[in-house]
Structures are given as C-alpha cells and as structure tokens.
C-alpha cells in the first residue's frame, strides 16, 4: 500500500470518526432526553471503546509478528475494517432509535442511569472498536511502507 492512500485512508478515518461522533451523539440526545450525564456517558463509553479496540489491535500485532501470512494481509484486514464502520453505523443507529422500546422506557420518562450506561456501552461498541482497532494498524502500516521505501533507496 503506498503511502498516498494510507494518508488518504488516515483522512478518511479521522472524517468517518467525526462523522459517526457527531451523528452518534445527535441521536443519543434525542432518545435520551439530551443533557450534561447523555453527554458524558457517551463520550466516556465511545472513549472506552477506541482504548479497548487498540489494545485489541496490540494482541494482533504481536499474533502477526511470527506468521508471515498475517503480516501480508494486515493491508487487507486495514481496509475492510475501515469499509466495516459504515453499516456499523447504521446498525448502531437502529440500536439507538429503538432501545427505549427494547428497555420497556415509556416516552416522557427518564431512563435509569445504569441502563442507560449499559446500552450506550453496548451502542458505542461497533463503531468505537473498529477506530481504536484501525488507528494503530494503519500507524504500523505506515511505519512498513516508510521502511521499505528506505531500505529500497527509492522516492516516493
């Protein structure tokens, strides 16, 4: 993968992140009645979700280091997560808009703030997972091809 399309593919990242952040956060204000707590549990669990899915990521690094199969199909494993995050989305919308149904929440009523904890981990998961998995894949990505157009000698 040229380092072109992994700064493109950093780009794309970073957009989709604040994209899905964004369009995430709108719709967690509507369902939950938005205030200060709506704001903080959501972004500690979107938080928690981007540390756990690059600590992930490290289990994968060092599962990749003596296999020499893995480490060819990290370029792939890259972009089909990145491609993943956009039906996560929409999955995690659908998540959204019907978890007062699913909780047995009636409209008007505030939702206890341990379910509301436990469904904004389980909403957040996909998508935050997924980012904190890519970032540091794609980072190691970049580290490879970086080496390898030094040891080669050539411009890029």
């Given at each position: ?49 981007i ?15 003596d ?24 999955i ?26 436990g ?38």
């Amino acid at each position: 993968m040229s380092n072109v399309l992994l700064l493109l593919s950093f780009l794309f990242l970073g957009s989709l992140s604040q994209i899905i952040q964004n369009i995430q956060i709108r719709e967690v204000l509507v369902v939950f009645y938005g205030n200060e707590v709506s704001f903080s549990l959501f972004f500690v669990s979107w938080l928690l979700w981007i540390s756990v899915g690059g600590l992930f990521y490290f289990g994968f690094h060092n599962l990749c280091k003596d296999r020499k199969f893995l480490r060819q199909c990290r370029p792939y494993v890259y972009l089909s997560l990145l491609l993943a995050t956009i039906p996560a989305l929409f999955i995690q919308l659908l998540a959204t808009n019907f978890c007062r149904g699913y909780l047995q929440i009636p409209a008007g009523e505030i939702i206890p703030i341990g379910q509301w904890w436990g469904t904004l981990l389980v909403i957040t998961m996909p998508t935050g997972f997924i980012i904190g998995f890519c970032f540091p894949l794609g980072i190691s990505l970049l580290k490879q091809s970086n080496s390898g157009n030094a040891n080669s000698n050539t411009i890029s």
